[in-house]
């Protein structure tokens, strides 16, 4: 905390009265929503993750679980602590684990996957309501941006909109503090189709909030071996040795992660073609994205 005034609050009130003074832009449109990626069908210390889910009732951060599917970095002292206290003018440098905030994306381009699939094909929508406690920069925390919003000063909107990124980068991170528990800060699950009639429904429906199914990923081999450039030609070869009958999905890629016979980090590159490249079809994207610019504009203008 900065030393020129005693701290005032809980971390999370300290935080979020910290970055609204650095946010500015008109307030975030309603219908928007914050969505949790993650992959389902993961373990979390040796248990299936949705029953641990199931279990706890809360979605918890990787300084609790100690797992990411993006860098593991959350420790004392490590790049995600680092990036927190700087963020947040160290509301949180003193706090439990379990008081920090977790990590999602505002899915401002509407995407059926959730705001930022490159985390997983499973998404948590949250209510409404949690948007109030949310704070968002643009780009990802890991480039350490200078560029913040909360929901009543949301310019972030423009300046993604505005850049050009690949598929999964394109994503406004969100952090959302205090609690976020299934049965009351949830609206749906959503899962990939690949998942029906496995353990992974099975213990959805076990959370207390409801399920709902996105169109699916979906990637042929064939399509896979035109983009050796994207993540590297040793995981276009991975891809085509782990695929089911000429097709990767999210399940065959979480049963390679699983079967452990491959280093989970080369996997994960192999999620990041197929998030990519197998990704559902949006035909009504740019016509969204354009009342998205279109309603930022009339706001601030």
């Known amino acids: 905390m900065s030393s020129e005034a005693p701290a005032h609050g809980t971390p999370q009130e300290r935080a979020l009265r910290h970055v609204a003074a650095l946010a500015s832009g008109p307030p975030l449109d309603p219908s928007l929503r914050v ?12 248990k299936p993750i949705l029953d641990a889910l199931a279990e706890d009732g809360r979605y918890l951060s990787q300084f609790v679980t100690g797992i990411g599917n993006g860098g593991l970095t959350a420790h004392p002292g490590g790049d995600r602590w680092r990036w927190e206290s700087r963020i947040f003018d160290g509301a949180y440098d003193e706090a439990p684990a379990h008081e920090r905030p977790v990590y999602g994306a505002l899915n401002f381009r509407r995407k059926p996957v959730g705001g930022a699939p490159r985390f997983g094909s499973a998404h948590f929508r949250l209510t409404a309501r949690t948007a109030a406690r949310t704070t968002f ?7 350490e941006p200078s560029d913040f919003g909360v929901a009543a000063r949301m310019g972030l909107i423009a300046s993604a909109l505005a850049d050009t990124q690949d598929d999964l980068d394109d994503y406004i991170e969100a952090q959302v503090h205090g609690p976020v528990r299934l049965s009351h800060h949830v609206e749906a699950l959503v899962l990939d189709p690949c998942y029906r009639g496995t353990t992974v429904e099975t213990a959805a429906v076990r959370l207390g909030c409801p399920v709902e199914w996105h169109p699916g990923f979906r990637l042929g081999v064939e399509e896979l071996r035109r983009h050796p450039d994207y993540r590297g030609q040793e995981y276009v070869d991975l891809g085509a040795e782990i695929a089911m009958g000429g097709v ?5 890629v979480g049963d390679a992660v699983r079967a452990g016979r491959h280093d989970p980090q080369a996997v994960k590159k192999v999620w990041h073609c197929l998030a990519r490249f197998g990704a559902p079809e949006r035909a009504d994207a740019s016509t969204r994205d354009q009342d998205v610019y279109r309603k930022w504009t009339l706001n601030v203008g």
């Open 137 to 143: 920069c643009y780009p990802d925390s890991f480039f």
């Open 35 to 46: 969505t949790l990626n993650f992959h389902p069908d993961r373990l979390l210390h040796g």
């Open 248 to 252: 990767l999905d999210p399940r065959t």
